[in-house]
């Protein structure tokens, strides 16, 4: 999805300098994005990652987004001491582009998890930061399953979103 958003914009206008980074160690701490965050020292970021989808195996009332249904949007996670809530500018951003755009979304808060929006916000002066879900199944097994559509709806939201920032 990143590489993908990345390959449209070389070719499209927009105003942003984009820095395409791949973190580790997002389990244990989201400690890949805070080192990243310093380094690149960022205005915007845009966290993109999977989330849990509907699965046979999950009863309903514990999955928030469905497969198939176009991206999700992530309002609020939190792990042990590790949490976001996204700011109300960034998810009416978010929400405007799609909805302007005509991709599908999701609205989801998952209180089990963090990505590394948790520490990326607090990082430096603060950094407005937005999270990009590809819904799955199976997560943390050899084999995930998504659908095509809900990686392409992602990747239209964050090529779109990048391309709306302005100086």
């Not at 973190?23 to 805070?34: H, I, L, M, N, Y």
């Not at 989330?51 to 249904?69: C, F, H, K, L, N």
């Not at 002066?125 to 559509?149: D, N, Q």
């Amino acid at each position: 999805m990143l590489i993908e958003a990345v390959r449209k914009l070389k070719n499209e206008p927009h105003d942003a300098t984009i820095y395409a980074v791949g973190t580790v160690q997002e389990e244990v701490g989201c400690r890949g994005a805070k080192t990243a965050a310093t380094a690149v020292n960022p205005d915007v970021a845009f966290v993109v990652d999977t989330t849990i989808g509907e699965d046979p195996a999950t009863p309903r009332m514990e999955v928030s987004t469905r497969i198939g249904a176009g991206p999700a949007i992530r309002l609020m996670d939190q792990s042990l001491m590790l949490g976001h809530i996204t700011l109300p500018r960034m998810k009416e951003f978010l929400i405007s582009t799609a909805e302007s755009e005509g991709i599908p979304y999701q609205l989801e808060v998952l209180p089990k998890v963090a990505t590394d929006a948790a520490t990326l916000h607090l990082s430096g002066r603060g950094i407005l930061t937005g999270t990009i879900l590809i819904p799955r199944r199976y997560f943390h097994t050899p084999l995930e399953l998504a659908m095509v559509s809900d990686i392409q709806n992602a990747t239209r939201l964050l090529t779109a979103g990048i391309k709306k920032i302005t100086s």
